[in-house]
């Protein structure tokens, strides 16, 4: 599929689009657009094949950019907005889309230096502190230059004596170049260990070993690794369960190569600070094919054969679902996935129209779903196994049922979700009402916007909604009126240009008036709010 995909490219890197008649310049139109959706991934030491960090280095791959843009190949986003909404979009409008292709049509022209926005000031190391615990590689794995994809299996023991709650898990890749993407899971029963032990090779292979994988896929998952995606960190109260002597399981993806390439990656896990009172443990839900009409033994396809698999789940306790994690193979198609509550009402959670099997995420939403007793959701997946379908990896089409390999197929969707609460149905974990280009042409100052409730009384969670100018790395603190420091809520975390929303439990607070300080190499600004009894 990749090499398809690329050969289409090359084929097209001369494609053409109208221009109109005010020619965009880079400083002024093209630099923001690409430092604040391509950088992530097109900077030294990132998976990007080439870094596009500056005028020149952009303006030598204009062509190519003009065209995986015009394509929606790049930057790779699945989720179809117009659907639903969900966090760290990383899209293009059209208007960006045919801004590119007009600035390139014109000949790519530099525009006034001072008018060209500043870079994002990523930090060397972990995106969003220091980290509490680091799992390393024993060793050094090597990925064969075989032009393969390698789906490879790792354990790593946790060496906890008691029980944690997890804030967030940070992959650290140890060669971007192949590392492609990672899912986390907890072994409790040092199963999967028993058997990595029994193979000569550091980790084992995922689609060729003798071990059931799939029972892997049942264990409890953590939020796992996409290049360019900053990893999620758990809101304030919310967290998973890391249990003392637990092994984290990762499910590594490395991307084709052509040359042998050494690995020796590393894990970064956050977690709850002490004072943190996390009272909702973050629980997954999974969706196979038991839940389908006919039950697991009618996931099949024939050769030759379009299908699609209709599932359902019904809710039997109230629940605040928080994202979700769709996973299929190569002969996948599509996506749907949306909730009917008792009250007939329809809320839709996601739509993959064009699944690409070379980049599945997790994806998180804005604001809790909130799913009553009785709701029920319905998970739709397409699947095509005839010979029309490029990816088919079976030439010709095969049988094909539930099962590992890439010559398989899987009906496999992850749901999280926590206990429903009062008031879940007003916590906003990210502003998605901003369009793309106001964040993208935001010329604004840092500043902390007006915090929300304030004052604020018993144990409602607060919400600090900010803005950034620039991407740069911050601390967000809160003090009382006498400077005195009562909680770090953000330390040395990078956060990208636009709007973003911090939480803060105030259960943890007397009566008063407080600080919230956000900070940085940039900024130093603070906005007051007050705790109430009533």
Sequence with gaps: MRTFKLLTLTLI???????????????????????????????????????????????SYGQTIKAVTSLRYMPPWQP????????????????????????????????????????????????????????????AHIHKGNNEDEYRYFVLPTGLSEDKIVKAIELRPGNSKIVHHSLFFEDRSGTVAQYDAQTPEYGFDAFSSAFDISQVLLYDQYPGYVPGTKPLYYPEGLGQMLHAGSDLIMQMHYAPSSVDETDLSSVNIFFADEEEQVDRIVKDRIMLPSDLPGGFFNFTLSPEQVRSFHGTWTVNQPISLMGLSPHMHLLGTDWEVYIEKPDGTRENMISIPEWDFNWQGAYYFPKFIIAPVGSVIHAIAGYDNTSENVNNPSNPPQFVSWGENTTDEMYYLPLFYVTYEDGDEDVVFEDVSTAVTDIINLKESSTILPIQPNPVSGDQLISIPFVLDRGQVIDISIYNINGQLIKELRSGEFFGKGNHIVHFDSGQLNAGKYLVNLKSKYVNTSQKFVKVIR
């Excluded at 960006?96 to 930090?123: C, H, K, L, R």
Aim: negative net charge; hydrophobic residues 30%.
């Design 13 to 59: 890197t001369t494609l053409s689009i109208p221009s109109n008649a005010n020619a965009q310049t880079f400083t002024e139109d093209v630099a923001s657009i690409v430092y604040n959706q391509c950088s992530t991934c097109h900077r030294p030491g990132e998976i990007g094949p080439m870094n596009l960090t500056n005028y020149e280095e952009i303006k």
């Design 80 to 139: 179809d907005s117009g659907y639903s909404r969900v966090m760290n979009e990383n899209f293009l409008t059209d208007d960006q889309i045919e801004t590119i292709a007009n600035w390139v049509d014109n000949g790519m022209p530099e525009g006034p230096i001072s008018a060209e926005p500043p870079f994002p000031d990523y930090p060397e190391g972990s995106l969003l502190g220091e980290p509490d615990l680091v799992l390393n590689f024993a060793e």
